[in-house]
């Protein structure tokens, strides 16, 4: 955790904070916080800055807030995402919000099992959690925008190009002719399929939504790796 | 397992293996082989193909061999890299290979708690099988060189100069000014710090022993993000 991230429920005056429970702990023994040290904070969506320690104790840590700083930058781009199977989700979610994507779609796809959609890491909770996980990290405030599509067809024959008005569209496909670009020229929009890729009905209709393939080489990547490449490239 | 990798015990002839174990039950019951059907598969450190399934028991998986592709060129990139904590360890390391890393250096930093080192992660068969996991997943057969060193500053005086001779020298630091180049421009040397970064000293004698401070933007990534955003970006 490089930042403390508040939320508007642990403000107790404008700036003073109420912490307690995972952060109370990481901060406690992971940041060795005690009385008169600083840690650097934000709050959730806002502004960061620094925390000084006022009390620290075995139930909650109080903080006199100084936020003057404004997060980073977002990189431009949405994610839309082959939901990954449970095992790796909660590091995914945590790695794009890490690196900045600004929004990110978890979408069906035919080789998505039907059982990752009823996983317990799907609950809002804990997609939020891996969110602000990745945050508290990066030392941002602002979360990404999740959206969830448990549809492929009605999303990308109809949703998607309204989505690709003024942006780049790239599908991360190893059998694509195109190696990815080197820069986002813009706003994008970057697919990334499940374990096993798109099948060919689904590449073609995110071809035909307005998506170009692009490949990495002919290496097959695991989602988290891919994921993390194409960004640093494109980023 | 996108590439069956078989080792020179399991050949019973030129053009014929026997495997068991692991890669029987994946063979069996995620890839579905049954008696005739073909699979992808290639011989550690050499050429790769196709495998035809001509028997497949309760025990063992007999297979015909026609290798006759190479495995995909390396990237010309040695990773120095500080060890990480043991549960991030393995993906790591599978990470670096999947990705096409030819060397990885195992090293030890200020931040580096004495404790990873003693890590049952760090028994040579789990090192080596972590890298094989990542070959596995690339379609590779060529395991990258891992050498481990637990003295940072004997290495880094006497050893990594002459890795340097003609190659390019780079440390991800996130105080650098220097924005990470965007492709390989011959062999490089890049060095990855543990979780908390390196220490100012340790800055110092890397700079002193020739790498160039280069960053990737304000947010600060986990490690294996961080790696997996580096190398997207060089490769």
Redesign the interface.
Known sequence: M?LLILEAGDLIAPDRARVTGRRLVHAREILKAQGGSTLRAGLLDGAMGKARVLTLGEDALELELTFDEAP?AKLPLTLLLALPRPKALNRVL??AS???VARIILLNAWKVEKAYWKSPRMEPGNLREQLILGLE????TVLPDLQVERLFKPFVEDRLPALLHGAEGLVADPSGVEACP??LSGPTVLAVGPEGGWIPAELVSLRLAGLRSVH???????T??A???????L?
Chains 1, 2 share one sequence.
Do not use: F, H, V, Y
């Open positions: 490089n980073p945590a790695s890490n690196m900045g990290q990066a030392r941002d080197r820069k990495l080489g002919p290496r097959i990547l695991r988290e790796t994921l993390a490449a194409l960004i640093g490239r980023g």
